[in-house]
Each structure stands twice: as structure tokens, then as C-alpha cells.
């Protein structure tokens, strides 16, 4: 079945992301198909490449990295939240005249059409709700 | 068949992100010509609610996000009439010029008719 | 059939108790997260006839021991959160 | 004597419920933020010879009229905010 | 003289970072030799609560956390009665090694004693 | 009378930054002095330099730095609560082998310490909280 994922969380704030992560491992593992993986409101922290958790915590920027390319997800950040959060690619970072970038690779940052997309794609949508 | 999405609002604005969040959603899907509708609930209902005036707090009201909504072609929005009770409001003081506000007393089954749900 | 999936306390929110008042006959309810401090509330005992399910995981990450589980509560694991989803329509997600 | 200052809505969490537990006679309460909505909520009629306050600048963001602030709340401005803070000690912030 | 601090601790474990990092404030603060109290309410009291295991969550114990405290001169924890109450738990349910438990009825009572509050 | 305040939440994602810069204002203009103002939990993002809210949202980020420059204000930021959220320096980012630093200027790193000396040597702390 064809299902996408709404993440509103930020890591290491709630365990909303953590959770999103295990149910699309979980998914995969079942044989489901991943349409869409879109990062909205603290969710788009998921994609920060600048954080560094202590080593016996989870890395989830980087499990979301390897999960993506292991499945080839399509791993959407949300551009308009992520502008008011601080998350960056070198695009949208020149243009808004900010001194560096931070979009992790294997995301990629879009507008809010992107979810509506997935939801017209998918046949489940579930969401991952943060701490608000 | 269903078919089409429900956005339930249960964010209070202001306070958190969530309810202004929610409503650009809810207008880039509407933009995209997807039919959408609106189900408040809990908190949101304070959504509605007239007079807001966030300036002296550093916000833009979120009334005009609603009242872009029926120019984007949604005028009906469903309000559970549970919530409404609760916070001691009336259907009379949350209008949206250009909606119809319809209440819903049982949110469950109205939730049930939509293929998918986003909350907010 | 909607699957309502509760992620916060019930003791410290209204996520649960909004989420109940939006149940309709045959909706199945999910506790994750903190929501599955649902175990210990009461509101769950008022529930006649409905499916309810919390992840493992997270009851015991929160030392929820199974005994504390009610009868009516099914432990599930992941691959199970996968097939429930997949049984449902829509999901709806109570997170605040 | 304690100063409480409550930022959430009494009707999604129990952050004013909490803070009402750990009242002292004397005791000062503040509702900032979606406290304010607790200005629509019952538990505030059950507070006798206590001193509430809200955020003006919070209500009137709301659209909560001065009509519906209840009598025995005053609303004030930030420079009284301050003045309060001063007043009391300590300062407990029930934000969730 | 009112001269030391108090931790209000009111959120669950695991759920939200807020238990881990309000424990790791305190810890700094005990490892300063502040004196330093700390208050179990509301859900905070879940993090009292034996058998924790959330290796498969992807988190470390709390456990470990609550632990240091005796090491680092906090052998007494003050929790609420009532909201063990509420939440269906007995004392025994609720040990901490090391620890000397102390039930709290009016938890405002203890709050007024302090002169700077900590919430978490 | 000397204050300090502990700001736990994100800007954007909640009132509670916002709030917490209008006390901080409210303070300064009745008389009083801010020893410190330490932003822990995910409040360390009102230091992130990368964040790029539209025009006509309000930019907490350079509302701190302003007020900073304005009365020589102690901002510190925790550097554990940091690290896990994706805000570094350029001395953490070399260090932790991360491409960019994005510490706001006017913004200081340290240890949670910070807090307890704060809580020591002020007469008043307010915290902040955020949407947890």
C-alpha cells in the first residue's frame, strides 16, 4: 500500500520524529510503498546537517540520511517553515543573504503543495505531531 | 467514494505555530484546486473568535487567513458544537464573513467520511 | 474505520478526551508515546466494544509492566502498527 | 509570597489544574499567553479572596473582550508585570 | 531565610525531552554544591517508575539520571501525593536506591519555602 | 532588583521567545538589571543566525541582537542543548566536524552552569517555557 508521512517534530524535542522513523522502517520492512516523507513546522529540524547529538544518543538526521538512500525516499522539507526555523540550502541561503547553509543531503526543501501532493498520491497518510 | 481530505483544527492561535501553520496548509491545498474542508475542535474554536488584535504581541491576526478561505472557494466550516459549549462561547461570536458555519454533534462520524485527515 | 492514534498523556492533556468525543461505532483507538499512560486512566475503562491497542515499545520504555495493561489493551509491535494502518481510513493523529 | 504565571489553556492542558494544587493562601496568579483562555473557564469562579491577573496585551490578541473578563481579574500592561514580579517571590511557570 | 532552590519536575519521561533535561540542569547545579530540592508533580511522577526500559525507543533510561542524585547529595525527593493518586500509583511503586522519598500533600506550602523555582 | 530568565522555547513555534524578549524590554525600561538570560531546551534556536522569517513576521533572532548591542546583555546559550538542536559555533563546528557554524552574534556558548550561577547571583528567575 502507498502511504506518506506528515512530521511536525523536531528531534531530541519530543519523540514524535523517532517514532516517524521506526514506522517507516517498519513499513518498508511490511513491503509498503513510502510516497512521500514531508517535514513540517519543527519537523523541518530533522533536516538540520549542523546537529551533532552526544555519541550514545540517536543521530536521527543522519538515520533519516540512510534511510533515504537505501530506499531512494523523497524526504520533503517544507520551505516556508524551515526559512522561520533556520534551515537553509545553499540556494535559498545566498539568496537570503545568510552565511552558510545547513540542509542536510537527502532532503530537499519545497512548498506546502508538496503535502498536498502526497496526500492526492497516497493512499494513507500519518502524522507525526510534535510537542505544540 | 470517499475522496476527499478533513483538516481538523484543535490549535488555539497565537500561543503555538500549529493553528497559523495549519491554515497556510489548508490555503496551498485549496490553491491546488484539492477540496478540503475544515473541522474545528477543542481549542481551535478559538480560532474564530472576533476582535483579535495581535499587534501588541508581534503577530499578524490569523482572521485573515480565514477569511481567505472562502475566496478560495471553501465556505462551509464545521465547528463541533461540544468544544463551543465547553468554552462558554455562542455559535453567534465566531463568524467568518463569507463561510457558512455549520455545527457538528457528532464529530466522529463527520471525521469518518473523509479519506484523509491532517491535524493541526 | 478511523484508527485515532494518541500520543500524549492523558493526565497532562486533552488529547484523549478530545479523541473520545470524535469516536465513532468501530473506530479503533492507538496509544504511543506518552499516550499510553492511557493504561493507568480511567477513561479507558469506560470504553465498551472498541479496539485498543498500545505499542510495546513504548509501554515498556515507560515501565508500564504488562500486569498494569488491562485486558482490553493488546500490546502490539511495530509490524502490527504497520497492518492497523493498513486496515484503517483515515488516520487521525491526536498529538496535543 | 508565590507568583504562578500560567501560559497554557486550561482546556487542552492541566497546567492551571497543576498550578491550582500548589496554591499558598496568599498567592498570586498570572495567565499570559493561552492562559488567558482560562479567563472563559470555571476553575477561575472557584478562586475566592485570590489575586488574578492576565496579560492585556494576551486578551485583547485573543479577542477576549473586556466584557468577558470577569470582575475579579485585572488585566495590566508589562510594566505592571514586571512590578509584580517584583512583588513576589518565587516565581513558578506552569507552561505545559 | 529563604536561600535554596527548588526543581519542579512535571513532565513524563521519554515523551518529551523536557524530564532528561530538567535532571540534567539539576545535576549541574548539585555538582556546584547548590543546594538544590527537587519536586515530583503532575507527570513528573512517571519518571519515579521502576522498570524502565526504552532501549527500543531509541532512548537512554532516565533511571540512570535519578540515580546520580544521592551521588551528588540529594537523598531526599519530594513528590506529590495527589498526583500519585490521580495517576493509580502506590508509594512503593516509586523507589529511587539511595533516595529517601517524602510525600507532599500541599505542595504550595513547599513552593513558598524557596527562593528560586525551577520548572521542568 | 537584579533578574535572570531561563527561555526554554524556539521562536516560531511558539509565544514564549516572543514573551520573553517583552519582559526583558519591560525590565530594562522600569529600572532593573538583567544579570543573565540563558536559553536552554529548544530556546537555544533563538540563536540560530540561519533562521530567515518573512518580512513581516517578527526576526527574534535580531531582536535579542539588538537589545544586546543596546545594554551589554548576557545571553548564553547551552551548549549541550545546542549541539543535540544543530546550533554551533565556529570553535564546536571545527570540533565536531560540522561544515558551518550558525551562533548568532551577540550570543555566547557555555556550560549549564551558566544557569546555577545565574540562579545564585540573581534575585528574581523567570523561566520561559515552550510548547513541551
Redesign the interface.
Known sequence: MKFSL?V?AAPHSSQSAASALRFARALLAEGHEIYRIFF??DGVQNANSIAAPPQDETDLTGQWQALQREHSLDLVVCI??AQRRGVLNQREAERLEKPSANLAEGFELA???Q???A??N?ER?V?F?GT? | M?QR??A?C?????????AR?GL??VL??A??E?EIDLLF???GV?QL????????????SLRRNLMALPMFGIEQLYV?R?SLA????TPEEIQIPGAEITLVD????L??A??????F | ??LHIVSKSPFST?ALS?CL????DG?ALLLIEDGVYALQHKALQDLQNTEIFCLAADSEARGLLPSAISCSVEAIDDARWVHLCTEH????????
Chains 1, 6 share one sequence.
Not at chain 2, 484543535?10 to 500549529?18: I, T
Open positions: 506528515a511536525y513540517y513546522c516556508a517553515a512548498g506546502l503543495g503535502l498536498t501532493d496526500v492526492a497516497s497518510l502524522t505531531g505544540q | 470517499k481530505t478533513l481538523l484543535r490549535a488555539a492561535p497565537y500561543g503555538s505555530a500549529l501553520e497556510e496548509a496551498a491545498s490553491a491546488m484539492q475542535l477543542g481549542d478559538f473568535l472576533d476582535h483579535q488584535s495581535p499587534m501588541a504581541i508581534g503577530q499578524k463541533a461540544g465547553q468554552r462558554g462561547l457528532q464529530p466522529g462520524n471525521i469518518a473523509y479519506q484523509c485527515v491532517l491535524s | 474505520m478511523t486533552q478530545d468525543e470524535s469516536f465513532a473506530d481510513n483515515p488516520i487521525v493523529s491526536w498529538f496535543r
